[in-house]
């Protein structure tokens, strides 16, 4: 495993994109515990996009435009989805430290479903991963193992720390009630425009 790859993968997970944002806006709303959740979530949405990429399903993913299609305007329903939740909590002032442990079962889920109806990762991941795979390797499937699993333990790891963040700053917007619903509704905004951008995504 290469220095290069640590380094560009880094880079890759520290960079804002959807899980980012659900994790930030679970611990925010939600608290420590739920923005770990999220983490996981995300951090297990994208197993089937590198199991996917490994196996080579992804180039019938990429061949098809009926399969792409169908997998990317759910994702973008499901974006719309949250959006919608989270426009809707914002009227009812909702900030709870108090989730209880089905409610982590759903923002996990939530979270595999952000990343498992994103077609995009299943390409990005087609292209990455075999970049950093020895020309020496006779059996490049054990290297492809190690690469993924060293993806998701990144993840993991930068995702949870995003959701401290957002924790550690969770006091001050409790404050003030006017402050919880616009930043929930300008977190709605910001799903509702993945959302579109997703829909306007092309193979």
């Not at 939740?85 to 009227?91: G, N, P, Y």
């Not at 889920?109 to 990455?128: D, E």
């Not at 499937?141 to 949870?160: G, H, I, K, Q, Y």
């Amino acid at each position: 495993m290469s220095l290069e790859f640590l380094i560009t993968s880094l880079i890759i997970v520290l960079i804002p994109g959807t899980g980012v944002i659900y994790t930030v806006s679970t611990g925010l709303f939600l608290g420590w515990r739920a923005s770990v959740a999220a983490a996981v979530g995300c951090t297990l949405g994208i197993v089937p996009h590198l199991i996917a990429s490994i196996l080579g399903l992804t180039a019938i993913l990429h061949m098809s435009a009926l399969a792409f299609q169908t997998m990317k305007y759910a994702g973008v329903l499901f974006l719309l989805y949250l959006a919608w939740s989270l426009w809707r909590d914002a009227d009812a002032l909702q900030m709870d430290s108090t989730v209880g442990r089905r409610n982590h079962r759903q923002i996990v889920v939530r979270g595999i479903l952000i990343n498992i109806l994103n077609p995009k990762l299943s390409l990005f991941f087609l292209a990455f991963l075999p970049q950093f795979i020895s020309h020496q390797s006779s059996e490049p499937l054990p290297e492809l193992l190690l690469l993924s699993a060293v993806f998701m333990a990144m993840t993991l790891v930068v995702f949870v720390a995003y959701g401290a963040m957002a924790h550690a700053v969770r006091r001050y917007a409790t404050r003030s009630p006017r402050a919880v619903r616009w930043l929930q509704r300008g977190f709605a905004g910001i799903f509702a425009l993945l959302g579109a951008r997703l829909a306007m995504t092309e193979r």
